[in-house]
């Protein structure tokens, strides 16, 4: 009997069985810093403001920044890939990130903060697309669903427990952890990526002089300015802000001079043609969906919990943590389920306990602590894994490891962007729906009926016994009332937004059956490669 054992190349990387493992921790280490980068700068905005003294609108742009660069990393990634390699892009983009992300918490001012941020997004922003690189062309084809499997839940792991880090963080430590956490896992990523995925081919300067530098410029500038319309464009009122309508049209007109070069071009670094396979726009349409979903219930849940709850950033967590630790347990059988059973059933079911999940979340209360979220989130919990594992699964089989550049980059984007409309819709949803409920609410208060002169009474007795001015007593009942119209106004749009989302579950629901005969169709002629 042989024993194959892992052996060192004279550079120190590891050859043999073990290399793809090193290689596959790696990359996993991106694409859980990728996600908590974002997350994590969410949760800790307020803080992040206080310590830079800056205003509420000028920080809003802390958000917006980082999101712009690690979208235009995610798209600059297939171009510099094919010219440098893999695997020297996603050493250099560790060092830019572990750069910007050691200098930001020493930032003097808020412009030195949003340029740190920028090139911190620019480096995290090419992980999620190298992982699935790596994962398509190194893994073993017998783990090559396992691997896909772990990206999946590490990805929505690490989102649902950036609350609670930066609650640590915050409440423990200091602001500065929100971006010096990384300090501790990027060497250990680097080291992992070193010694662990295949050395590049040597490289070849003659690419880069044909490098469709107009592409990516058109695709940077077009997306970029498309992502910070839709991320200010509830503070700012949308159309009823120059500087928003501005940004989506000047978007809209680069993104289009984006596709048009790359169809007509002879040799496109991102090969849009392969989304004329009609049932690849449908699996990202639903991973956007997904996404739309997932950060959509991300939003209303903690918000909820601040707004009429009074918690801070490690009881928030101690919610959405029921999202990320029921992802360890099913991930395994999950992907050994995926070896023998259809994917699309499994997306289909996944897709149906989100919807109930999100309908299980509209019977909302003023009065539910975190116990009352847990049966819904748990519930959540394992529809995301089983669909996104699902998703992620079928998108792999249905390209060739030739494709993998265009589709990791289509797979950062539709997370990016799904994510981002998804918060910019629930964010003016909600504010809007809560504008509407607090009008209707208040027409009962108006038109003196019998339950709100009633509840005035109550609290005018109350008042009264610390209060010996009758008519101040007065003006403190009506205050008393008014915050009580205003708490049940933001529930009642809370569970509108529930309601909506489930919506968006169903569609997706559907959607999927689609997918089902679209790749039924492409397997018979061809399948994945």
Known sequence: MTVAIASATPDGRVSGPLAPYVGLLGVLLGTMMSTLDTRVTVFGLADLRGALDTGFDEGAWITTVLGIGQLIGGICCPYLATVIGPRRMLLGAILVFFVATMLAPFSPNLRAYLVAQFLGGLGSGTFIPLTIIFILRHMPKGLLVYGLAIYAMNSEFSQNIAASLEGFYT????????????????????????????????????????????????????????????????????????????????????????????????????????????????????????????LSTGYIIPNYLQTIQNYRGLQIGSVLIWIALPQFLIVLPLAAALTRIDPRWTLGVGTALIGVACLLATGLTDQWVTDDFVPSQAIQAVGQSLALTSLVVLIARATSTAEAVTIGTFMQTSRLFGGEVGIGFMQTFVRVREQIHSNLLGLHVQSQDDQSMSRLLDYSRVLGTHISDASEAAVQSVKLLANVVGRQAFVLACIDGFQAAAAVAAMCWILAAFVASGLSSAQKTGGPK
């Open 171 to 294: 409440d423990n430590w200091s602001w500065r952890w929100i971006d010096g956490q990384y300090g501790l896992l990027l060497p250990a990523m680097f080291a992992c990526v070193w010694f662990g995925m295949p050395r590049d081919e040597p490289y070849d300067s003659g690419k880069l002089r044909v490098l469709d530098w107009p592409a990516i410029l058109y695709a940077s500038l077009g997306f970029g300015l498309l992502f910070a319309g839709i991320d200010q464009g509830n503070r700012l009122d949308w159309t009823r802000s120059g500087l928003v309508c501005g940004l989506l049209l000047a978007g809209a007109v680069a993104a289009a001079c984006f596709v048009i070069r790359e169809l007509t071009v002879a040799r496109p670094a991102i090969d849009l043609r392969i989304l004329s396979r009609g049932y690849l726009i449908l699996l990202f349409v639903l991973l956007a969906g997904f996404r739309f979903i997932i």
